[in-house]
């Protein structure tokens, strides 16, 4: 079995729960202790239920090691993948909502970096008339190992089978860790065009596939049974279509992070200044309406049990969670959890 356990590792690397959930729910399945596993990675398995508890890397590779082992299992990444997957697809759904093309969608991919901590992230290249998304680890030596690698691309490769009109399939996988004997679980994931012992592992598919529609989920519906992007501002004053335009707008934008008032006035075809006089008439201006967004989605989005806090964090828009919670507090005096709670 491959082994992490003594490669140096940031002490200030962290990874937040889900991703450590996702192998013992995997090792629940497959009969292990769950507790047994946690003690031989060192895991406080109280604090895994708080959604912005951190926790060391290094115990997520031990907890990966120990779960292989007890299972004897070198594809243990390829179905904690799945697992990944199915429990990130709400808010793949809710992004679904938002783009028209695989190209939006990739555009607003989720960075691995502020859903899980800091174990790498996923970034997109060209070759010839392919596109790769290839996985690249903050810590290189895991690239060499099979469990971190199959996860990303196993989840990727559910990701994009699922969001469009047409399946987005796999053309060839290549991998960074040597050959391994039996490769039959590789290839029902991936197909028969797989490479081994290659710089990074990636998938690519054909460069057409960025100009598939995406699905038209019915996935509009929350909780409450409101529309959660269409009618977030329904009930404002219909005659003025620049707030209602600009606030949907700024939903549409906030995924990417940076929303900005040049961004935004060219997606509504005025100029920056433009957007400027015109808030200034309403007696407001571009920075509060994007507070008011924020807040306001927020709360649409909290009430949805299906998505965690991270979740919600980025799809405000927020580098992490500490700094959505920090703004949600000052904007509702409790913190994200708290309110959720009540």
């Known amino acids: ?5 003594g490669q140096s590792v940031d002490p200030s690397w962290t990874v937040y729960a889900a991703p450590l959930n996702a ?3 995997v090792a629940e399945q497959l009969g292990l202790s769950k507790q047994l596993l946690m003690k031989e990675a060192g895991i406080d398995g109280s604090e895994l239920n708080i959604p912005d508890r951190r926790f060391p890397v290094n115990a997520y590779f031990r ?4 779960t292989a082992s007890a299972a004897d299992d070198p594809d243990l990444g390829l179905t904690v993948g799945r697992v990944t997957f199915l429990k990130g697809l709400n808010l793949q759904l809710y992004l679904a909502t938002v783009c028209k093309s695989f190209r939006d969608y990739l555009n607003l991919m989720p960075s691995n970096v ?5 174990i790498g992230c996923v970034t997109i290249h060209r070759e010839g008339d392919l596109v790769e998304l290839r996985w690249e680890p903050l810590m290189p030596e895991t690239g060499r190992k099979r469990f971190v690698s199959d996860e ?6 559910g990701i994009f089978n699922s969001l469009c009109v047409k399946p987005v ?5 290549n991998f960074s860790y040597a050959k391994p004997q039996n490769i039959s679980k590789l290839e029902d994931t991936f197909g028969r065009n797989l490479s081994f012992d290659k710089p990074f592992s990636s998938l690519f598919f054909q460069r057409e596939a960025l100009k598939y529609p995406m699905l038209q989920q019915d996935y509009h519906e929350g909780p409450d049974h409101s529309h959660p992007f269409r009618d977030f501002f329904e009930e404002e004053d219909p005659s003025d279509q620049l707030l209602f335009t600009l606030k949907q707008s700024i939903v549409r934008y906030l995924p990417e992070g ?28 571009f920075l509060n309406v994007l507070q008011e967004v924020r807040s306001r989605v927020a709360l649409r989005y909290l009430a949805d049990d299906r998505l965690g806090i991270t979740e919600i964090a980025f799809l405000l828009g927020y580098a992490d969670q500490g700094s959505f919670s920090s ?16």
């Open 1 to 5: 079995m491959n082994d992490f356990i």
């Open 114 to 118: 502020k859903l899980r901590g800091d």
């Open 169 to 173: 399939r796999v053309m060839k996988a």
């Open 63 to 66: 907890l990966y090691q120990a």
């Open 23 to 25: 192998i013992l729910q």
């Open 327 to 342: 703004a949600f507090k000052s904007w509702h005096g409790v913190s994200p959890r708290d309110y959720r709670q009540k």
């Open 258 to 285: 940076e929303v900005t008032i040049a961004k935004l006035a060219a997606s509504m075809h005025i100029s920056r200044r433009t957007l400027q006089r015109r808030l200034s008439e309403r007696g407001t201006n």
């Open 152 to 157: 990303m691309l196993a989840a990727s490769a």
